[in-house]
DNA sequence: TTACCACTTGGAGCAAACTCCAGCGCAAGC
DNA sequence: GCTTGCGCTGGAGTTTGCTCCAAGTGGTAA
């Protein structure tokens, strides 16, 4: 696959997959006359990352937990314990956004209920006159 | 209320408070022999930005929000809209972020039945020596 | 053969949201 | 009167996570 393909198909750009490359999250990626070819392997770390990402996890943490993955088994444990932690973070997160969510129903509502008072402030006049 | 008292309420640093302020985020704080004194009107206002933030709505968004604050009652219907955006926004990143969690868990188990078996194996090891 | 195109690299640049700093002022307490 | 502490200002610096660019390469099509 080609890394127009895998840009396309996963909705981020070139330049971030190369640099996600740079930096290590992803491995260096098998090249074909010069050029990346993203196999299954890849595929499937860019999802995981992208998934992790979207859940504002940062990149220093995914790159500890690829490191460690790169270990072997023994850093089992770590891992588990980075994703742990970082599920709580997660969670923490996803309350304080519902939180907000709900102050914003709310102000919604007074918007709406404002307006509603001056539609009938409207009318009256309207009949009024 | 002075700047530290603040400060430690909301968590957050002075140097950020100053910030809010000087982009127009809160509006100019009265003075007391040159210092800020936060009064119920700033506090309202900070606890707003500060959920706000909390669930990722952009600065840039909130000083619009709070432009149109200070224009009257002929903005109201534009605020309405401007919230009723961010909170499909913030209900999207929730989703998403509820997926992670989701794939965090089935990870987080994988390890987890990972470890079991090491266990076994380990029992397994001893008693057999 | 030449033109084109997608792709390569290393490095610079950028946006958002702070965060830090130097140098000053004021007010209280010793 | 001097020091200590808190706060002030304007401006520079930092972090995170990309994003853009110039110059070069290799395969393909006219």
Redesign the pocket.
């Known amino acids: 696959m080609?890394?127009?393909?895998v840009?396309e198909r996963f909705g981020?750009?070139?330049?971030?997959?190369?640099?996600?490359?740079?930096i290590g999250l992803i491995d260096a990626?098998p090249?074909k006359?010069?050029?990346?070819d993203y196999g299954e392997r890849e595929l499937d770390r860019i999802s995981f990352i992208l998934c992790m990402?979207s859940a504002?996890?940062?990149?220093?943490v995914l790159l500890e937990y690829i490191d460690l993955s790169r270990q072997g088994d023994k850093t089992a444990e770590a891992r588990r314990n980075i994703l742990i932690e970082q599920r709580e973070r997660v969670q923490e997160k996803i309350k304080e956004m519902q939180e907000a969510c709900k102050k914003l129903d709310y102000k919604i509502d007074v918007y709406y209920t404002k307006m509603l008072s001056k539609e009938k402030e409207i009318m009256k006049a309207t009949k009024d006159s």
Chains 1, 2 share one sequence.
């Open positions: 080609t890394i127009s393909e840009s981020i750009s070139q330049d971030t997959l190369r640099y996600y490359e740079r990626v090249k006359s010069g050029r990346r990402r504002g996890l940062p990149i220093e």
